[in-house]
């Protein structure tokens, strides 16, 4: 069974940065697809950010220029770097990892962006 751990959440003012973590408990590598989705009060959850086995990353238009997904294998950890945060991103975020017929969560870390 596969377990992600997110962590790095927390509490931002507008204009900062904050950088989750998402620690994998077997190789990343064996994964096709890493990605960040994010969930806010009354709303469905969202993609945020994915990067492919290859290293091809995509971002949802909202986040692109403020948000880097990188991962690396030595570690089994995925990043998100979140800069330039603004109170819209509030949410909770949460890792997935997917394989050819299985997709796997992490419990979420909660993002929020406020004065």
């Known amino acids: 069974q596969v377990q992600l751990v997110e962590s790095g959440g927390g509490l931002v003012q507008p204009g900062g940065s904050l950088r989750l973590s998402c620690a994998a408990s077997g190789s990343i590598d064996s994964f096709a697809v890493m990605g960040w989705y994010r969930q806010a009060p009354g709303k469905e959850r969202e993609l945020v950010a994915a990067?492919?086995?290859?290293?091809?990353?995509n971002y949802a238009d909202s986040v692109k220029g403020r948000f880097t997904i990188a991962r690396d294998s030595a570690k089994n950890t995925v990043y998100l770097q979140m800069n330039s945060l603004k109170p819209e991103d509030t949410a909770v975020y949460y890792c997935?990892?997917?394989?050819?017929?299985?997709?796997?969560w992490g419990q979420g870390t909660q993002v929020t962006v406020s004065v």
């Open positions: 990067i492919i086995s290859g290293g091809t990353t």
């Open positions: 997935a990892a997917a394989l050819t017929y299985s997709t796997y």
